[in-house]
């Protein structure tokens, strides 16, 4: 039986496929469309999910069944001596309240880490946790030197359409007419547990070239590092494999360095919306 294993949820963008790659375990997010149950990653693909958003269907977001939760847990303590729960951060859902509650049904067995991260922040925190778990560290002691280093990422985001932030409760009916009007993009930031808008950009490519420009202040003013070096450049969006490939061949035009880039998982997009993207800064932890 090996050691330590980690287990995530589909909040962290990696799919059943590159779970099995990685080495870790994926719970499904589930959300309702039109009132009937999907499970990202199982039951519909990206593509259905915003052919169904574009044309107007009801869709909301659900915390996983505590059922299922202990199921995959259970199923993967048959093969580990103990496994350590990394999912989205407490701050955008109450389903990590709800591991931890669950959690103390096991002895011991299972950790969970709030490490206030959500899509590709939450996917590295996840890769570095599995090679940590590799060298035989435990899981308390993975969930500890991740604990440590929680903060040291920033998300900028800006989404096409408003209408989804209006109906999020994220902005008023009249502010998202104007915007969407006016061609007004928000740019938002997320370290931690609170979307945070940072501006408001007149026109696309205004917005991208501030998301840019904030990436580059933080790296010296709010993190205090001697360059980009030191982070993971990762991007995420919901569009097209081509439009996706223009916008990460700009972000490493800009930073001169390798540029990762990801599906924005379904339950964020589900407020959010298609066009979206955003852009992130992760610091590399000690290889030691």
């Known amino acids: 039986m090996e050691k330590t294993a980690v287990v995530t949820d589909s909040n962290s963008g990696i799919s059943q496929e590159k779970a099995g790659k990685y080495g870790v375990f994926?719970?499904?997010?589930?959300?309702?469309?039109?009132?009937?149950?999907?499970?990202?990653?199982?039951?519909?693909?990206?593509?259905?999910?915003?052919?169904?958003?574009?044309?107007?269907?009801?869709?909301?977001?659900?915390?996983?069944?505590?059922?299922?939760?202990?199921?995959?847990?259970?199923?993967?303590?048959?093969?580990?001596?103990?496994?350590?729960?990394?999912?989205?951060?407490?701050?955008?859902?109450?389903?990590?309240?709800?591991?931890?509650?669950?959690?103390?049904?096991?002895?011991?067995?299972v950790t969970v880490a709030d490490l206030g991260r959500v899509s590709v922040t939450q996917k590295y925190a996840v890769l570095e946790a599995r090679r940590m778990a590799l060298k035989g560290l435990s899981a308390l002691e993975i969930r500890n030197r991740l604990q440590y280093v929680k903060n040291e990422c920033i998300i900028y985001l800006t989404v096409d359409n408003l209408k989804y932030l209006k109906q999020g409760g994220r902005i008023s009916a009249g502010s998202a007419m104007i915007g969407n009007v006016l061609?007004?993009?928000?740019?938002?930031?997320?370290?931690?547990?609170?979307?945070?808008?940072?501006?408001?950009?007149?026109?696309?490519?205004?917005?991208?070239?501030?998301?840019?420009?904030?990436?580059?202040?933080?790296?010296?003013?709010?993190?205090?590092?001697?360059?980009?070096?030191?982070?993971?450049?990762?991007?995420?969006?919901?569009?097209?494999?081509?439009?996706?490939?223009?916008?990460?061949?700009?972000?490493?035009?800009?930073?001169?360095?390798?540029?990762?880039?990801?599906?924005?998982?379904?339950?964020i997009a589900t407020h959010l919306g298609y066009g979206t993207y955003g852009l992130a800064l992760i610091r590399k932890m000690d290889r030691a």
């Open 183 to 267: 061609n007004i993009k928000p740019l938002l930031y997320l370290q931690g547990e609170k979307i945070e808008v940072a501006e408001k950009v007149r026109g696309d490519k205004a917005v991208r070239k501030k998301m840019m420009q904030a990436l580059q202040k933080d790296i010296t003013e709010r993190f205090h590092a001697k360059g980009i070096e030191e982070f993971h450049l990762a991007s995420a969006a919901s569009m097209t494999a081509e439009e996706a490939g223009k916008l990460k061949n700009s972000f490493e035009d800009y930073f001169g360095v390798f540029c990762s880039m990801s599906s924005i998982p379904l339950s």
């Open 26 to 109: 994926v719970l499904p997010m589930p959300f309702y469309i039109d009132d009937e149950l999907y499970l990202e990653g199982q039951t519909i693909t990206h593509d259905e999910f915003f052919r169904k958003q574009k044309g107007g269907s009801v869709i909301y977001t659900s915390q996983p069944n505590p059922g299922d939760v202990t199921q995959l847990w259970e199923q993967v303590l048959e093969q580990y001596e103990e496994l350590l729960y990394i999912p989205m951060s407490s701050g955008l859902s109450s389903s990590c309240d709800t591991a931890m509650a669950l959690a103390q049904q096991y002895e011991g067995r």
